[in-house]
């Protein structure tokens, strides 16, 4: 399995970008899809995740109602819409891909060590 996250960028704050992560190497589905970001300094933290099959959405407080996540089974694609952009949203962002059914628990969805496989990340960078 393959993830080629792309999208990020500098941006104003209070602009807009949307990430892409291209999944290949199997089918999807089954999967929980998720975002991921880790700040300088800090811990990875949960984002947002997706569920394959139904596009079923979670997201973390703080970006809830800013970004939306969906998904293009045709192209094997989930994207991150970000607007409303802050400062703090500074980070590098991961996709990742988990083989288990991870809807069954909050706990599970936002763990990192759930997910099998990872992008290798893209820069996103919002100025004040």
């Known amino acids: 399995v393959q993830l080629q996250a792309s999208g990020g960028g500098l941006v104003q704050a209070g602009g807009s970008l949307r990430l892409s992560c291209e999944a290949s190497?199997?089918?999807?589905?089954?999967?929980?899809m998720a975002w991921f970001r880790q700040a300088p300094g800090k811990e990875r933290e949960f984002v947002t995740a997706?569920?394959?099959?139904?596009?079923?959405?979670y997201y973390a407080d703080s970006v809830k109602g800013r970004f939306t996540g969906s998904r293009d089974n045709a192209k094997n694609t989930v994207y991150l819409q970000m607007n409303s952009l802050k400062p703090e949203d500074t980070a590098v962002y991961y996709c990742?891909?988990?083989?288990?059914?991870?809807?069954?628990?909050?706990?599970?969805?936002?763990?990192?060590?759930?997910?099998?496989?990872w992008g290798q990340g893209t820069q996103v960078t919002v100025s004040s």
């Open positions: 190497g199997r089918t999807f589905s089954g999967y929980t």
């Open positions: 990742a891909a988990s083989s288990q059914s991870l809807y069954t628990s909050i706990a599970l969805l936002t763990t990192r060590s759930r997910y099998d496989y």
């Open positions: 997706i569920r394959w099959n139904d596009g079923r959405l």
